[in-house]
Nanobody
Framework: EVQLQASGGGSVHPGGSLRLSCVAS????????IGWFRQAPGKEREGVSC????????YYADSVKGRFTISSDNAKNTVYLQMNSLKPEDTAVYYC????????????????WGQGTLVTVSS
């Protein structure tokens, strides 16, 4: 059974940090790229970041470049999203997803999705 388990969300003040984790199982981790997406109320799902497990290549949305860092621990089948300098506009439900091979922030084509974890940034 394919599973993507996202965790690490919470409430922080502007300028704070959070680290999200996505633990994958049920598929060949090394063949995939893992992406992080977010969806705020009333808005479309947005690609935040993505990493190729095989070669480490990455994608970042312009809105998070320089603030968020994606990484993977292949031994643990886990991808992390370190989020620093958080802003109120980062508030959303964050999802991780898996796509075969390609690094992309476009949600179309992703094969597997996890449940979301809520990130709230407010003063």
């Amino acid at each position: 059974e394919v599973q993507l388990q996202a965790s690490g969300g919470g409430s922080v003040h502007p300028g704070g940090s959070l680290r999200l984790s996505c633990v994958a199982s049920g598929f060949t981790f090394d063949d995939y790229a893992i992406g992080w997406f977010r969806q705020a109320p009333g808005k479309e799902r947005e690609g935040v970041s993505c990493i190729s497990i095989s070669d480490g290549s990455t994608y970042y949305a312009d809105s998070v470049k320089g603030r968020f860092t994606i990484s993977s621990d292949n031994a643990k089948n886990t991808v992390y999203l370190q989020m620093n300098s958080l802003k109120p506009e980062d508030t959303a439900v964050y999802y991780c997803a898996a796509i075969l091979g390609v690094v992309t922030g476009n949600p179309d084509g992703y094969d597997y999705w996890g449940q979301g974890t809520l990130v709230t940034v407010s003063s």
